[in-house]
């Protein structure tokens, strides 16, 4: 793109008025075409490191005219943009306003954008999805398959007939199967493909992948003609390549593949008679283009084919612990703890295992392969890996070839290509992204002479000096990216803190025999914010993998971000948050006057005012007032209790005074006037801030409040239009004209809201024991919602309900 400023810049720097204004605008438009290439969703950042890349050519004055430009792009860029993140549910007062006008509540530049291209594109995947004017099979015709045994002597299992029973037959122009790894999908679409290929002719069954690597193994495994995606469309716009009528596209690995490209093949398809099949798995790597549409499709149906039983493993247990990691089930890294599956030490010493490891494999004849994430081990290990293999006399390093990260090749090495070329050819095949290779000859121009690792002497082909010197790696060792798809007897995976969920999956399950992690734990874990569940105070090889699992790295739909975007910003986590802040700054005086007044000595109230702890005990006698304590009378009596001749921090210890007596009922202090009536709580959980304040803070904190409530009301109602199981432990609700029917929703209603409020999913209404002392205030409130809302269920039951089996929920204030 030529721009009119860049004609300047040879005579003389600009300054920042000197950039037009319709040329900034356009710059915007380039900027936002050029990320929405790249994401399915983008933020402001993302945008800001592509306008100082787009705007690197020109020349300025000074560094603030650059900057200002800079900013002016990428303002341009947003305006062209589609936004994506709510706007603010409820005002913020004036206190909780930056200088231009947004709320502190929301972080600076965190609105999520994408392009109306993209969401289009989403909505017409979406469309030919539910469109049943596709081709189909009858069932007879995979029965009769499934009943032989396939080339290579795979069976077909019932499930997977199932699936493809459900695939085939359903007449949807775009179809999903989704298949975990190791789950037989290679034998089932060859049972799909000769049934397809008996009713709608020989060639009636096509291939594409997202990579050259990905369609090459699909034509092996499938004797079938298949092509990259990328490729296939240029096919297409240049010699107008076409489905036709009858046919059956497969798309394999289809997470990796861009929303966009999909969304072509789907419109051909459609236009032609012909169905696509998107065969994949969404818990494994995701595109590195705009994608998340191969998820969206999956998670947007209820009867989604997938084949279940996983297959490539020897052990047993490793099948269903391999799925829990795809899931994210923190359990399933207990299961290979217990096998002895996962090492813990310092990054130096991990590596140095895995690598020992895989070493011994290697030379044992094992298939293996060693992983890690990190660019910079994979080189280390890469460099390592040839260094004794030069030792040992395998290569011959006589003749050496420097590759662009450092490492260098010779005969004997092991090579990776990263870049498809297809004038350079073996035979029938060419060189593609992802190849390996065995070095054979090293050419004085620099060229290397290679050949594949299975293949046959004389089946070679020469890598020009260009080539190697910008597309050639060494293959020891692989990231996960690389290792997607690839299956072996065993695997070594270095895994750290920041790893993300997919990459840890694909990493442990290319092994058939074994997949070991040797987990670092004395890297800094940046990925994550914050405790977590099962977190010891030092890192552990537990704790970090707990991490992993919950590091989700794959990207989001435009369509699935909306959902997100809006359940982040309303949920109750945010909402408690932002009312428990106003509320604290909208009483501050108050709080600060019944200290003073509470019989502490001013010494020791300008020491509790001042504290970190100040605001905890605010909280606390806010929770109080809720219960109708007398807050005055309570806090003084605390300070009565006994002394503070050994308190660190004055205003700890009166926060947990406090907190006991408002857990144990007033019962040690009858004195501070408790009256017997509901507590003032929104949905049950949340204590109402009451008393004088600023008309602004009241009416912030009254539409939190609203929408806490209404949020809590609409999980409720849709987790019980669903069925979920969390919600059978609450029992059956009453007849709606039944007098309990209103109490048994209220008390319905606050475990809905502990359970956003903590973001607790699966079927125990409570989910595991809690960990803060604020968690464990709301788990006890919950816990007696539960069991009310049984008691009030039994009342019109027919049959008697089954024990709960709750949450353990610990005493609270107790140990104070």
């Not at 008691?791 to 008697?800: K, W």
Request: aromatic content about 4%.
């Amino acid at each position: 793109m030529t721009h009119t400023a860049t004609t300047n810049s040879a005579q003389q720097a600009l300054h920042a008025e000197d950039v037009p204004l319709d040329e900034i605008a356009a710059l915007g438009a380039s900027v936002m075409a050029a990320v929405s290439e790249r994401r399915a969703t983008w933020r402001h950042w993302n945008l800001v490191a592509e306008s100082a890349r787009q705007t690197m050519g020109y020349r300025f004055a000074e560094a603030s005219d650059r900057e200002a430009i800079v900013g002016l792009v990428t303002d341009a860029a947003e305006q062209a943009s589609l936004q994506l993140t709510p706007p603010e549910l409820a005002s913020s007062p004036a206190a909780f306003r930056r200088e231009d006008g947004s709320s502190v509540f929301r972080p600076k530049h965190s609105t999520v954008f994408t392009a109306t291209e993209l969401l289009d594109a989403e909505s017409r995947l979406l469309d030919r999805a539910a469109d049943q004017t596709g081709p189909r099979l009858a069932p007879t015709a995979l029965r009769e398959i499934a009943r032989k045994r396939l080339p290579g002597g795979g069976v077909i299992a019932v499930a997977q007939l199932e699936a493809l029973e459900r695939v085939a037959g359903s007449g949807r122009v775009v179809e999903v199967l989704v298949g975990p790894a190791g789950a037989g999908k290679t034998t089932a679409m060859n049972a799909l493909r000769q049934a397809w290929e008996q009713v709608h002719g020989g060639t009636s069954v096509i291939g594409l992948a997202p990579s050259a690597a990905a369609a090459h193994v699909l034509a092996e495994d499938l004797g079938i003609a298949t092509e990259n995606l990328a490729k296939w469309w240029h096919d297409h716009h240049d010699h107008g390549a076409m489905f036709r009528r009858g046919q059956l596209v497969i798309v394999d690995e289809a997470s990796l593949a861009g929303t966009l490209l999909l969304d072509h093949v789907a419109t051909l398809a459609a236009q032609s008679g012909a169905k696509v099949l998107l065969v994949g798995d969404p818990g494994q790597l995701q595109s590195v283009d705009a994608g998340g549409a191969f998820a969206l499709l999956v998670n947007d149906r209820q009867d989604a084919a997938e084949l279940v039983d996983v297959h490539r493993f020897v052990n047993e247990w490793e099948k269903a612990a391999s799925l829990g990691l795809r899931r994210g089930d923190p359990e399933s890294v207990d299961r290979y703890l217990a096998h002895g599956r996962v090492r813990e030490g310092d990054t130096d010493a991990m590596a140095d295992a895995a690598y020992l490891a895989w070493r011994a494999d290697a030379r044992a004849g094992r298939a293996t392969v060693l992983i890690s994430d990190s660019n910079d081990a994979v080189a280390a290990l890469n460099q390592r890996a040839r260094t004794e293999l030069i030792l040992d006399g395998r290569i011959d390093a006589l003749r050496e070839i420097d590759l662009h990260d450092g490492t260098r090749a010779a005969v004997g090495d092991l090579i990776i290509t990263r870049r498809n070329d297809r004038r350079l050819r073996t035979g029938r095949r060419w060189v593609r992204n992802g190849d390996r290779w065995t070095v054979v000859a090293v050419h004085r121009s620099g060229a290397l002479e290679v050949r594949r690792p299975e293949g046959r002497w004389g089946s070679t082909v020469v890598l020009p000096a260009g080539y190697v010197w910008q597309h050639v790696e060494l293959g020891y060792a692989v990231t996960s990216y690389r290792a997607q798809g690839i299956t072996t007897d065993t695997a070594h995976v270095v895994a750290a803190p920041g790893m993300t969920r997919e990459n840890f999956y694909v990493a442990m399950t290319r092994g058939r025999e074994a997949n070991t992690a040797y987990v670092a734990i004395d890297r800094p874990d940046v990925a994550h914010a914050g405790p977590r569940p099962g977190d010891d105070r030092e890192p552990t090889a537990r704790s970090v993998l707990f991490g992993v699992l919950q590091h989700v790295g794959a990207e989001l739909s435009a369509h699935e971000t909306v959902t997100a975007e809006q359940d982040a910003w309303g949920s109750i986590a945010q909402l408690a948050a932002e009312h428990e802040t106003i509320a604290a700054a909208a009483q501050h005086d108050r709080w600060v006057a019944v200290v003073r007044a509470s019989g502490l000595t001013p010494e020791q109230a300008n020491a509790a005012i001042e504290s970190d702890a100040f605001g905890p005990l605010t909280a606390e006698l806010r929770r109080a007032e809720a219960h109708h304590f007398d807050v005055e009378r309570l806090l003084a009596s605390a300070v009565r209790l006994r002394g503070f001749e050994d308190a660190a921090d004055v205003a700890a210890v009166l926060r947990a005074r406090v907190a006991a007596a408002v857990t144990q009922g007033g019962s040690q202090h009858a004195t501070a006037g408790r009256v017997r009536r509901s507590p003032r709580l929104i949905a049950g959980l949340i204590p109402q801030a009451v008393g004088l304040m600023d008309a602004e803070m009241r009416r912030a904190l009254h539409e939190r409040a609203e929408l806490i409530e209404t949020r809590a009301r609409a999980i409720l109602d849709q987790s019980l239009v669903a069925g979920e199981a969390w919600t059978r432990a609450l029992g059956k609700p009453p007849p709606a004209d039944t007098p309990a029917a209103a109490q048994w929703c209220r008390q319905a209603r606050t475990v809905a809201a502990y359970r956003d409020r903590f973001g607790v999913v699966g079927a125990t209404a409570l989910g595991p024991t809690p960990d803060t002392t604020a968690q464990k205030l709301d788990a006890t409130r919950a816990h007696a919602a539960v069991v009310a809302s049984r008691q009030l269920s039994a009342q019109y039951a027919a049959e008697p309900l089954r024990p709960i089996v709750p949450a353990a929920v610990p005493p609270v204030g107790r140990e104070f």
